[in-house]
């Protein structure tokens, strides 16, 4: 019987999944999938350039697994950077770190957040935090 996987905890459910390179049909295009839990690994070591141990802590996971989440999660960017893949984001065992911060049962989030300045603005209708900028300092905000 396999070992139950634990739970990857993260903190940031990316709003956009979909990534393909410009001016090629999907039909010719080869995919690259990435799970929540490994763009998360991605953005804390790499893009929030937090160490090792203290990205694991943050993803309760062991450091060889997370490890072992950042390698293939860069060997599968690096893949589709140089052969001209699309990143599709999807799946992975993982849970929110807090409730209201992920898809909730109960529809789309209310505000969004400038992971800046921390200025939270209503979210608009229709429209992905992550497309808005935060009033005070420009910045694309996140989900709140
Ligand atoms: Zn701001």
Do not use: W
Not at 56 to 63: E, L, R, T
Not at 117 to 139: L, N, S, Y
């Amino acid at each position: 019987m396999p070992r139950p996987r634990l739970r990857r905890r993260i903190f940031n459910q990316p709003e956009i999944t979909y990534f393909k390179p410009a001016g090629v049909p999907i039909a010719q295009l080869e995919q690259t999938i990435l799970s929540f839990d490994e763009i998360e690994a991605l953005r804390l070591k790499d893009y929030e350039g937090m160490d090792q141990s203290e990205a694991a802590k943050k993803m309760n996971v062991s450091q060889p697994t997370f490890h072992r989440l950042i390698v293939s999660a860069r060997k599968k960017t690096a893949d589709a950077l140089v052969n001209g893949k699309s990143i599709r984001i999807q799946g992975g065992v993982f849970k929110m770190a807090r409730p209201g911060l992920g898809r909730r049962a109960g529809g789309p989030p209310t505000k969004c957040i400038c992971p800046v300045c921390k200025a939270r603005v209503p979210k608009k209708r229709g429209i992905p935090c992550a497309q808005m900028k935060c009033p005070d300092c420009g910045a694309m905000m996140t989900r709140g």
